[in-house]
């Protein structure tokens, strides 16, 4: 069974970055649709940013669309979520999913995606 391990969560100031990583084992990652989600406190998950398994096909939600980026390594069975010009409004836990979705489109993963255990974020102001 794939297994993923999100790392690199911590508290910084606004304006900082930091380098989110998500490393699979049992599987090759490269076969799966990978998503970042995050939840904040009393808030519902949401995704962030997903890349598609076939190519370099990527979504972000308006929220971090052009501060966010997701790069998959190919090979090292890792995805990355790099995070520049943070905001309080970032602060969360940050959490990898991967599925196997076969679309030409980008998909987030969904209901039947492999979860990792999460990782803070805290923006201070």
């Known amino acids: 069974q794939l297994k993923l391990v999100e790392s690199g969560g911590d508290l910084v100031q606004s304006g900082e970055s930091l380098r989110l990583s998500c490393a699979a084992s049992?599987?090759?990652?490269?076969?799966?649709?990978v998503g970042w989600f995050r939840q904040a406190p009393g808030k519902e998950r949401e995704a962030i940013a997903c890349?598609?398994?076939?190519?370099?096909?990527?979504y972000y939600a308006d929220s971090v669309n052009g501060r966010f980026t997701i790069v998959r390594e190919r090979g090292k069975d890792t995805v990355y979520l790099q995070m520049d010009s943070l905001k309080p409004d970032d602060t969360a836990a940050y959490y990898c999913?991967?599925?196997?979705?076969?679309?030409?489109?980008?998909?987030?993963?969904?209901?039947?995606?492999?979860w990792g255990q999460g990782t803070q974020v805290t923006v201070s102001s």
């Open positions: 999913s991967a599925e196997l979705i076969y679309s030409d489109n980008v998909v987030c993963p969904g209901a039947s995606a492999y």
């Open positions: 890349i598609h398994s076939a190519g370099g096909k990527t």
């Open positions: 049992g599987f090759p990652l490269d076969y799966y649709t």
